[in-house]
């Protein structure tokens, strides 16, 4: 592959023209072409399959476009596909999935990243050891601390409720936004926050009129992350919830992988592709600020 | 930083307060919850945790149990394979991207999304192509290619592979981004020097590049190793652990013992063995990247 980029390189000022067509060009977007449609299938072939009737499926394969558009698949996925027993579709999945993101994400941006302003503008002795506790852990599979967690849940009576995966989702989510957090904050020049203690503000003062109005990026790629990771999660709400609660990659799971009846392939990837609908939307509005989220505890390092 | 400020035992209050959250979660649920998994999976728990010991009896039954041994197995191939592929591939399309290509965003756009799909969705979406009735293996024999098989999720030799197609596919933007930022943060001086010596863009790439992005790559690599340990809700997904225990990986093990099998000593073996996994890798790292003198801040 690195044949391919024999000549690629060009100094950084004053590219020296070349030909749109030459054989590299056309090798390199070739490839790039081929790629991009790879990646890009799996969300076509859900698209298209959720819009064909099952007649229609059984005749063709899973790339074919639908002849007929039915939006049916979409609404019997939402409202009425069976899991087991209930036929409630997703959309209790998905009020569930709203009542634990929306709480989780403001709780764990709160605790976050007032701590990783007192990490990085007020630390007192022994946080260190703390903070590098806290950043182990995020390596810990989650699997050693199931039961634990179960146990302490049981104890103060959240076991199987919304409020029991609020509280695991922002003990897990503490690790990396702290450290994202500490970060920003320490990167911020260090005179304003002296000037400020000069004028007299206190510890919360500085937080409010300081940091959080000079964060707001951060905070927005804190809020994505967040959003994501947690809408995403599937283990937290399988161990944590009961059915009633079942967030809705928990569902999903449910309806699409459920062994009765006969299975309703264009329900299931209408089914599959609402709950991927929260998360696109995100990746595909932020842009730019999602890749800072996933770069931004990496490449620290 | 907040080093050479005197009188703040008083003042630092509130930032001691500001860091109860974390101080307990790192002390009771990180520390405490490791430790009481340990403790207890040197007991007879079964569907209650209760302290009778047992020695090392769970661990005895754990290696001489089939379903875990062909979890470990499952683990190393899917291991090693993405291991290798995803660092491969991420790193091709990185350099690939790194080219000053047209419609640089809208490549890495389409590269990276399915990392914003959870792995639910992930699994159910390549359990549908790969579909054998009409899937992939349907596309190709309708060409003509009649005696064509590829149902990875229905063989159970190579179902693991399958599962591996739909996280080589999940996780490979990630590896993509990371690589591009470690190729953008090299000084564009070191690819003239070596264009001026007449060094072949490829020996460029391995022998000066690849080399100065260490630190990228060790990143990545602790990222991509704990991803794998975690693997679970992909299997659950898209195979389900099926056909038989073909795709059985350690997570889900765990997750079998405690929660169906009302076998917590067994589940509590189990996982104390991924932490053991992952504390091979994680403490040699993180030796070689902090030890010695702390100088991050």
């Not at chain 1, 070349?18 to 072939?45: C, D, E, H, Q, W």
């Not at chain 1, 991927?276 to 800072?292: E, N, T």
């Not at chain 2, 000084?187 to 003239?192: F, G, T």
């Not at chain 2, 975690?230 to 997904?237: F, G, H, S």
Request: proline share 5%; hydrophobic share 50%.
């Amino acid at each position: 592959m690195a044949d391919a980029s024999t000549n690629a390189l060009s100094g950084p000022q004053g590219p020296k023209p070349r030909k749109m067509l030459s054989r590299r060009n056309i090798f390199l977007y070739g490839t790039l072409f081929v790629i991009t449609v790879y990646y890009a299938l799996p969300l076509y072939v859900m698209i298209v399959t959720s819009l064909k009737g099952m007649p229609e499926i059984r005749l063709g394969n899973v790339f074919s476009p639908p002849v007929e558009v039915t939006f049916q698949p979409w609404v019997k996925a939402w409202s009425e596909a069976c899991t087991g027993l209930t036929c409630n579709g997703l959309s209790t999945g998905f009020w569930n999935s709203v009542q634990i993101t929306i709480p989780s994400v403001i709780l764990s941006i709160m605790i976050a990243s007032v701590n990783g302003y007192a990490l990085a503008n007020w630390k007192f002795k022994g946080a260190d050891i703390f903070f590098t506790i806290l950043i182990f852990g995020a390596f810990i599979p989650y699997q050693v601390m199931l039961y634990p967690i179960v146990i302490i849940l049981r104890e103060i009576g959240l076991y199987g409720s919304l409020g029991g995966l609020v509280l695991v989702h922002t003990i897990f989510g503490m690790p990396i936004l702290t450290l994202l957090f500490r970060n920003y904050f320490t990167s911020l020049p260090e005179e304003l926050f002296k000037a400020a203690r000069v004028d007299g503000a206190g510890f919360w003062g500085i937080y409010f009129r300081i940091m959080v109005p000079m964060s707001l990026p951060i905070f927005t790629v804190a809020m994505i992350l967040q959003v994501t990771g947690i809408w995403n999660d599937f283990l937290f709400g399988v161990v944590y919830t009961g059915p009633e609660t079942y967030p809705m990659t928990v569902s999903l799971n449910n309806i699409v992988n459920s062994t009765q009846g006969v299975k309703e392939y264009n329900v299931n990837m209408a089914a599959t592709l609402l709950t991927g609908l929260v998360p696109l939307l995100i990746y595909f509005v932020s842009g730019r600020l999602f890749v800072r989220g996933i770069a931004a505890g990496a490449v620290k390092g | 930083m907040a080093t050479e400020r005197p009188n703040q035992l008083f003042r630092n209050k509130s930032s001691k307060i500001a860091a109860i959250p974390m101080i307990v979660t790192a002390l009771f649920v990180f520390v405490g919850g490791t430790i009481w998994t340990v403790v207890y999976s040197f007991t007879k728990s079964g569907l209650l945790p209760r302290l009778n010991w047992v020695g090392l009896d769970q661990y005895e039954r754990l290696w001489a149990t089939r379903k875990w041994l062909v979890a470990i197995e499952n683990l190393v191939i899917y291991g090693i394979c993405m291991l290798v592929l995803v660092f491969v591939i991420g790193f091709i399309l990185a350099a690939l991207i790194d080219q000053k290509i047209r419609f640089e965003n809208t490549v890495r756009t389409i590269i990276l999304y399915p990392y914003a799909l959870s792995f639910v969705v992930t699994g159910l979406v390549w359990q549908w192509i790969l579909n054998p009735e009409f899937g992939v293996e349907s596309i190709v024999r309708a060409w003509g290619w009649e005696s064509f098989s590829f149902d990875p999720l229905y063989n159970a030799d190579i179902a693991i592979y399958g599962v591996l197609i739909a996280g080589l596919w999940q996780g490979s933007g990630l590896v993509m981004v990371l690589m591009l930022a470690g190729l953008r943060g090299i000084d564009q001086e070191v690819w003239k020097a070596a264009r001026v010596d007449g060094i072949p863009t490829w020996k460029t790439y391995i022998f000066i590049v690849i080399p100065m992005m260490r630190p990228v790559f060790i990143t990545t690599l602790v990222l991509v190793v704990t991803g794998i340990v975690k693997l679970y809700d992909l299997i659950v997904a898209q195979t389900g652990g099926g056909p038989g225990i073909s795709t059985e990986v350690p997570a889900k093990y765990v997750y079998d013992m405690m929660f169906q099998a009302n076998n917590l000593g067994q589940g509590f073996a189990a996982s104390t063995m991924m932490l053991v996994t992952v504390a091979l890798i994680v403490i040699p790292w993180a030796i070689l990247e902090f030890g010695g003198s702390k100088n991050r801040g």
